[in-house]
T-cell receptor, first 114, second 116 residues
Framework: DQQVKQNSPSLSVQEGRISILNCDYT??????FLWYKKYPAEGPTFLIS?????DKNEDGRFTVFLNKSAKHLSLHIVPSQPGDSAVYFC?????????????FGKGTLLTVNP | GAGVSQSPSNKVTEKGKDVELRCDPI?????LYWYRQSLGQGLEFLIY????????KSGLPSDRFSAERTGGSVSTLTIQRTQQEDSAVYLC??????????????FGPGTRLTVL
């Protein structure tokens, strides 16, 4: 039972345009959400996060939006750059005693074309 | 500063053999995590160490898997009698404090395990 779903395995955008990566979750106990970025042969690196008490968090070119009622979050990258080409993982953690556990989606491969 | 390191980077073994995977966390980080990523899947939580507390082993898929963390630093993940379904990338992460999801986890490059 996948609790965090990234339904698009891949996404291709032109340099300079907006990239929108989507993520859905099913567990209503999740209260903290993260995006990680992964280049080949490297470990995932933390990109941006959002708490469930917010609906938007922005960091430079990256913005994460959270819609709790829809159990949906998205990552916007504006403008997209070729160096953004990577696999993006959505992850979530929940309240309670084991909230250090991250539950990950399967990832979306973003390709930004020059 | 140095990040999380893992060794070996690649390991090929025969079914039924035991393997040991090593993780060196970021110095000073109290929490250490193991995840694995099977082909086409997301990262799956395996085990969590935090300071001197008993580890959370709830993610270990079978009793063939075990892990230890010596001296609050280096960790070893051991898989006994490996099976082909154990083939995956095993990722280690560490975080400064642990205990909460807001504590950023820093990942190593992973060990790619192939069981023939």
């Amino acid at each position: 039972d996948q609790q965090v779903k990234q339904n698009s395995p891949s996404l291709s955008v032109q340099e300079g345009r907006i990239s929108i990566l989507n993520c859905d979750y099913t567990n209503s106990m999740f209260d903290y959400f993260l995006w990680y970025k992964k280049y080949p042969a490297e470990g995932p690196t933390f990109l941006i996060s959002i708490s469930s008490i917010k609906d938007k968090n922005e960091d430079g070119r990256f913005t994460v939006f959270l819609n709790k009622s829809a159990k949906h979050l998205s990552l916007h990258i504006v403008p997209s750059q070729p160096g953004d080409s990577a696999v993006y993982f959505c992850a979530a953690s929940g309240s309670g005693g084991s909230n250090y556990k991250l539950t990950f989606g399967k990832g979306t491969l973003l390709t930004v074309n020059p | 500063g140095a990040g999380v390191s893992q060794s070996p980077s690649n390991k090929v073994t025969e079914k039924g053999k035991d393997v040991e995977l090593r993780c060196d966390p970021i110095s000073g980080h109290t929490a250490l995590y193991w995840y694995r990523q099977s082909l086409g899947q997301g990262l799956e939580f395996l085990i969590y160490f935090q300071g001197n507390s008993a580890p959370d082993k709830s993610g270990l898929p079978s009793d063939r898997f075990s892990a230890e963390r010596t001296g609050g630093s280096v960790s070893t993940l051991t898989i006994q009698r490996t099976q082909q379904e154990d083939s995956a990338v095993y990722l280690c992460a560490s975080s400064p404090f642990g205990g909460v999801g807001t504590d950023t986890q820093y990942f190593g490059p992973g060990t790619r395990l192939t069981v023939l």
